[in-house]
């Protein structure tokens, strides 16, 4: 059990297509936005679907797996990883706060094609 903490499963529709970054140092990272949705009854007894924003962040095998399928915005994706929170001082001396999943592995469900035609 000391291999599961920190860790979390999701499966979502990319909100933008990934950006591939190559370092100098022959480093690749992936990002991209990832929508999740939960559909559930509120108190009222109506309908909600909720969808929830995450930045998901891969590095190099990650990277390029994401690159060599060529996925874009829409593609359905399983994947796993660890949430990492960061923090930085802007320019103004403001502190800023992110929350990112570092991906280690993800699954292809369907293509953003593949969506759109299940959605036509």
Known sequence: MANMKNRVQLIGH???????VKFDSGKVKVSFRLATSENYKNGAGE???????HTIVGWEGMAKKVERL????????ALQGKIVH?????????????????????DLIKKAKEVEEQQA
């Open 86 to 106: 960061r923090t930085y001082d802007d320019p103004q001396g403001n502190k800023k706060y992110f929350t990112e999943i570092n991906m280690d592995a993800f």
């Open 47 to 53: 309908w909600v679907n909720e969808v929830q924003w």
């Open 14 to 20: 990319l909100g933008n297509d990934p950006e591939v």
């Open 70 to 77: 060529q996925l874009t915005k829409g593609a359905e994706i």
